[in-house]
T-cell receptor, first 112, second 111 residues
Framework: QQQVKQSPQSLIVQKGGISIINCAYE??????FPWYQQFPGKGPALLIA?????SEKKEGRFTISFNKSAKQFSLHIMDSQPGDSATYFC???????????FGDGTTLTVKP | EAQVTQNPRYLITVTGKKLTVTCSQN?????MSWYRQDPGLGLRQIYY???????DKGDVPEGYKVSRKEKRNFPLILESPSPNQTSLYFC??????????FGPGTRLTVT
């Protein structure tokens, strides 16, 4: 049973547009929800993360929206740029626990 | 520079020949993990460690072993590799508070 479901699998957006990636989780004990960005040939790197005590977190062009009752969270990339073209992973874990569960990833392509 | 290092970066081996992939971090992190990445399947956690001599299974532990004898090192051992273990492997470390730092990856091919 997959505990974190991510959609869409791939996404094509025009430069300047908004990219939206969604994730849904099963385990209500999760209390840390990060998004990682991965470029080809590199390891994933943390982009932005949220804890369930807030409904939204914004860092520059990147925003996480969190809906605790629906067990869903999403990444919004405003004014998408070709340099944002990468694979994005959502994840969920419990603080002070070593286990993490990742979504299957979304390949984002931003067309110039 | 804070980093996670893995070696080797690329490895081609044959079925049944024992191998070890090393992982080291210089950030004094308590937590370390191993993941495998396969197309369409995201990152799946193999094993994790919350401290020296403390390890536990992730979602896909079959066919793998780990050890944590020192805080900075967390090697991944394949005692008898099989072709279905052909994958891209990542080591990661973190403090207790969440953000994981990933290594550059090890691409393993088992023929």
């Amino acid at each position: 049973q997959q505990q974190v479901k991510q959609s869409p699998q791939s996404l094509i957006v025009q430069k300047g547009g908004i990219s939206i990636i969604n994730c849904a989780y099963e385990n209500t004990a999760f209390d840390y929800f990060p998004w990682y960005q991965q470029f080809p040939g590199k390891g994933p790197a943390l982009l932005i993360a949220i804890r369930p005590d807030v409904s939204e977190k914004k860092e520059g062009r990147f925003t996480i929206s969190f809906n605790k009752s629906a067990k869903q969270f999403s990444l919004h990339i405003m004014d998408s740029q070709p340099g944002d073209s990468a694979t994005y992973f959502c994840a969920a874990s419990m603080e002070n626990a070593g286990k993490s569960t990742f979504g299957d990833g979304t390949t984002l392509t931003v067309k110039p | 520079e804070a980093q996670v290092t893995q070696n080797p970066r690329y490895l081609i081996t044959v079925t049944g020949k024992k191998l070890t992939v090393t992982c080291s971090q210089n950030m004094n992190h308590e937590y370390m993990s191993w993941y495998r990445q396969d197309p369409g399947l995201g990152l799946r956690q193999i094993y994790y460690s919350m401290n020296v001599e403390v390890t536990d299974k992730g979602d896909v532990p079959e066919g793998y072993k780990v050890s944590r004898k020192e805080k900075r090192n967390f090697p991944l051992i394949l005692e008898s590799p099989s072709p279905n273990q052909t994958s891209l492997y990542f080591c990661a470390s973190s403090s207790r508070h969440g953000e994981q730092y990933f290594g550059p990856g090890t691409r393993l091919t088992v023929t």
